[in-house]
């Protein structure tokens, strides 16, 4: 296996989370306002920095509650062992997401995963049922609460490729700034769309699949590229 190095971004909420955490704790525990926010959000009204705020802010629960609620959340099957082959390999990886910091690292810990660098908004206890949202990494000129770009600016300076592993439009941005994409759901789409170079996954059974060919400094054979491949197969320099 050759010495080709590699930094990896992996989103949340529908890439490692099998469904939306936000989504989910305002179907359970949303005061009525939070539908508006989200609708606004779609139509591309507001960011998604002023949406997940004024949502958070509409959430009556206590922290048993929200424990309970986290603790029945699922994760994706092979990303345990995706994350132990990381390890193994020394490969940097950082979570980064717009979602919920507390939920991140919560739902991993009930799932027996160690805590893993996380980028992501910082979700507040204000009151016995009351929360709101900060954004430590957002960056001016960016709606969303976590600057995706800034992250993919933050790997490049390390050093070696940047592979990000996503499925949805928080990611969008992102992958046309990486050196490869594991894309889910509707990253796919767009990746295609946008003739960016990307391997669908379904799982992180698959990613885990497709990682030895990325560090042997190969081309995954399930790869789609925007152009036509240099006979050698080999990821461009």
């Known amino acids: 296996m ?14 490692i ?45 206590d ?17 345990a062992a995706f994350v132990k082959a990381t390890i193994e390999h020394n490969i940097p990886m950082e979570i ?3 979602g919920l910091d507390h939920a991140i690292h ?7 995963i160690a805590s893993l660098p996380t980028v992501a908004n910082h979700l507040n206890q204000a009151g016995p049922r ?8 957002s960056a001016p000129g960016c709606r ?20 990000l592993i996503g499925d949805g439009a928080s990611d969008f941005c992102a992958a046309d700034r990486v050196d490869f994409v594991f894309a889910k759901n509707r990253l796919i789409e767009h990746c295609r769309a946008a003739g960016i170079p990307y391997a669908p996954i379904a799982s992180f059974d698959e990613a885990l699949e497709l990682l030895p060919a990325l560090l042997d400094g190969r ?13 050698s197969q080999e990821i461009p320099a």
């Open 144 to 163: 969303s609460g976590t600057c995706k770009c800034a992250r993919v600016a933050s790997a490049k300076a390390r050093g070696g490729k940047t592979l």
């Open 2 to 15: 050759s010495n080709t190095s590699w930094n990896i971004l992996c989103d949340f909420d529908g890439t």
């Open 106 to 112: 919560a739902i991993l810990a009930n799932h027996g």
């Open 96 to 98: 980064v997401s717009d």
């Open 17 to 61: 989370a099998v469904e939306d955490v936000i989504d989910s704790l305002l179907d359970n525990f949303g005061r009525p306002g939070w539908e508006v926010l989200e609708r606004d959000w779609r139509a591309g009204i507001i960011g998604s920095a002023v949406c997940m705020a004024g949502q958070v802010a509409l959430l009556d629960m």
């Open 219 to 231: 081309l995954p054979p399930q790869a789609v590229m925007p152009t036509i491949l240099p006979s």
């Open 130 to 137: 009351q929360w709101n949202l900060t954004s430590p990494f």
């Open 63 to 79: 922290r048993p509650q929200l424990d309970r609620h986290l603790a029945g959340l699922r994760i994706d099957h092979g990303f």
